[in-house]
């Protein structure tokens, strides 16, 4: 049985394909890198070479119980999941594991800034970001096991995958 190294899955190029369906992905070597794509195929984060991202700018930097983010300014989503978590629908436990899954997407979206204004990313740059979106996803997953009611984040946090392809895509 042949083993697949996440390393080589990373080297390929990703590509959203819709067609209607939404969700659909396809994985192709030879074809341009990662492109969000609406219902009908069409390319929503096109971007010539260079340019920053779409959604660069979407976000602000915002308090996430004591620990300020520096770089949530890129991601708008990342700041309306964090919004959700408030004192009155979580303990202080929740809260201490919201600060350290701001904290590990924060790091995610510096390297995406340095990565994006070099064009270039090193391959410890996509090991780190993988690792910190771990991290964050499962400090996540303990803060809604700690909120009132308890709360299933999973499909709040799909935006992450955007994010890494960003990286992903400007190997060197």
Do not use: W
Not at 3 to 14: N, Q
Not at 36 to 63: A, L
Not at 104 to 125: C, M, R, T, Y
């Amino acid at each position: 049985m042949k083993r697949l190294k996440l390393k080589d899955l990373l080297s390929e190029k990703m590509m959203r394909v819709n067609g209607g369906r939404i969700g659909a992905v396809n994985t192709m070597k030879d074809n341009p890198p990662f492109a969000v794509t609406d219902t009908y195929g069409k390319r929503m984060n096109e971007q010539e070479e260079g340019d920053k991202p779409g959604h660069f700018g979407s976000g602000e930097n915002i308090e996430v119980f004591g620990y300020q983010t520096k770089h949530f300014d890129i991601c708008k989503s990342a700041v309306l999941l964090f919004k959700k978590i408030t004192p009155e629908n979580s303990n202080k436990l929740a809260q201490v594991y919201a600060a350290k899954a701001a904290k590990f997407l924060d790091i995610v979206f510096g390297i995406e800034k340095d990565v994006v204004e070099e064009d270039s990313a090193a391959p410890e740059q996509i090991e780190t970001s993988i690792d910190n979106v771990a991290l964050f996803a499962y400090e996540l997953g303990c803060t809604g096991a700690n909120m009132t009611p308890m709360t299933d984040m999973t499909r709040d946090i799909a935006f992450v995958k955007m994010h890494m392809m960003e990286i992903i895509n400007r190997k060197r």
